[in-house]
T-cell receptor, first 112, second 114 residues
Framework: EAQVTQNPRYLITVTGKKLTVTCSQN?????MSWYRQDPGLGLRQIYY???????DKGDVPEGYKVSRKEKRNFPLILESPSPNQTSLYFC???????????FGPGTRLTVL | AQSVAQPEDQVNVAEGNPLTVKCTYS??????LFWYVQYPNRGLQFLLK??????LVKGSYGFEAEFNKSQTSFHLKKPSALVSDSALYFC????????????FGQGTTLQVKP
């Protein structure tokens, strides 16, 4: 089944404790992206990647890092999480940046 | 700046009645428009898109959307609503730059009552 998977689905952590949210797609998509969803703000792009080893900042990149060492994986790294990063995170992928994006199931992160 | 507006936080319809979820956009140039649906505790699912061509776009689960350039609107419609259509609906426009990002509206909660 073609899909985007994210792990973990739910995470509660404390301020300053490094964490990684994994994202993997099995559709051989070149384009991948991370969004965060907050009430009243819709979804906002954090980082995106056009292809392996090509990443760039979205609208809200502060406090996040990403890497794209393999085509299928696009992990989101929070080096020192803070409470304002409590949010619902979505990974998405597409065949190219102009095509419809397929979203993962989301990761609900709470930073205490 | 590019933007998408969904003027209604919530839309309530009775099962079997037609539904409309409104969306207006503001972009320079030709818009690439999308509708997504989000069910509770699930990711966003693609419903349909408008790139070019026919102004009436048909999508998944019996949904369709009408692109109106003069009114800068892209309203989502369905002739006969189902209770299972109850969900959060997002309209989005592709950013005109090179980021590939989707610019989302705030979302509209659709409640279909039996």
């Amino acid at each position: 089944e073609a899909q985007v998977t994210q792990n973990p689905r739910y995470l509660i952590t404390v301020t300053g404790k490094k964490l990684t949210v994994t994202c993997s797609q099995n559709m051989n998509h070149e384009y991948m992206s991370w969004y965060r969803q907050d009430p009243g703000l819709g979804l906002r792009q954090i980082y995106y990647s056009m292809n392996v080893e090509v990443t760039d900042k979205g609208d809200v990149p502060e406090g996040y890092k990403v890497s794209r060492k393999e085509k299928r994986n696009f992990p989101l790294i929070l080096e020192s999480p803070s409470p304002n990063q409590t949010s619902l995170y979505f990974c998405a992928s597409a065949t190219g940046r102009w095509n419809e994006q397929f979203f993962g199931p989301g990761t609900r992160l709470t930073v205490l | 700046a590019q933007s998408v507006a969904q003027p209604e936080d919530q839309v309530n319809v009775a099962e079997g009645n037609p539904l409309t979820v409104k969306c207006t956009y503001s972009v320079s140039g030709n818009p690439y428009l999308f509708w997504y649906v989000q069910y509770p505790n699930r990711g966003l699912q693609f419903l349909l898109k408008y790139i070019t061509g026919d102004n009436l776009v048909k999508g998944s689960y019996g949904f369709e959307a009408e692109f109106n350039k003069s009114q800068t609107s892209f309203h989502l419609k369905k002739p006969s609503a189902l209770v299972s259509d109850s969900a959060l609906y997002f309209c989005a426009v592709r950013d005109q730059g090179n980021t590939g990002k989707l610019i989302f509206g705030q979302g509209t909660t659709l409640q279909v009552k039996p």
